[in-house]
């Protein structure tokens, strides 16, 4: 069974800082999307990162796919309150193309 | 890019009832969609993969009794949660990925509330 492990769960900054969310896994994904999450609505698609050693910057966001292909890293500089939301890591599995998601990181941007 | 429609957005019904949530791609063809629920605070669980012209495949512990799932064509799935009850009040989620390619794209979810 592949899973993904995310961390940290919960996240709470101040309005500047900088913080990483972690994905890992012991399993080799073929590509790796991160998603972005508003309460009440679906997951937005941020990027999908393919390439063992990767790196993606979106503005203040910089995504790395680990060189395994096992393990990604989303980084945010001097976060704003706009950034809150649920993060969501998920890999495309090895089972007819499902995806499989990590447990998701709660982030709270404080002013 | 690619759009995903799901509808209705909030629904509130009684215990008992049965109600129907439609999942469509609008500008491209997906033969393959996904329904998950999730939990307040909580990752997507994955419920069933629906594929275009045959049985929907449920995932371990989803009882497809209970969740009945069609996708009669390329653009639409329905997920209808037959004789409702409180605990199935969730934010039900459809996902739909464009034919050849491995990205999924989402809706915007539907609240359902059992009263």
Redesign the interface.
């Known amino acids: 069974t592949q899973l993904l492990e995310q961390s940290p769960q919960f996240l709470s900054i101040q309005e500047g800082e900088n913080l990483t969310v972690y994905c890992n896994s012991s399993s080799v994904f073929s590509s790796l999307q991160w998603y972005r999450q508003e309460p009440g609505e679906g997951p937005v698609l941020l990027v999908t990162v393919v390439t063992g050693g990767e790196v993606k910057k979106l503005k203040r966001l910089t995504f790395q796919f680990g060189d395994a292909r096992k393990d990604s890293s989303l980084h945010i500089t001097a976060a704003q309150p706009g950034d809150t939301g649920l993060y969501l890591c998920a890999g495309v599995g090895n089972q007819g193309g499902k995806l499989i998601f990590g447990q998701g990181t709660e982030l709270s941007v404080k002013p | 890019g690619a759009v ?1 429609s ?1 509808h209705p957005s909030r629904v509130i019904c009684k215990s008992g009832t049965s109600v129907k949530i439609e999942c469509r791609s609008l500008d491209f063809q997906a033969t ?1 969609m ?1 329904w998950y629920r999730q939990f307040p ?4 669980m ?1 419920m069933a ?1 629906s594929n275009e012209g045959s049985k929907a ?1 449920y995932e371990q512990g989803v009882e497809k009794d209970k969740f009945l799932i069609n996708h009669a064509s390329l653009t639409l799935s329905t997920l209808t949660v037959t004789s409702a009850h409180p605990e199935d009040s969730s ?1 039900y ?1 459809c ?1 739909a ?1 464009r034919q050849g390619a ?8 539907t ?1 359902l509330s059992v009263l």
Not at chain 2, 41 to 44: A, F, N
Not at chain 2, 102 to 109: E, H, K, V, W
Request: glycine share 8%; no cysteine.
């Open positions: 995903v799901q393959t996904f605070k909580k990752s997507l994955l993969t495949t934010f989620i996902s990925r491995n990205i999924q794209y989402f809706g915007a979810g609240r």
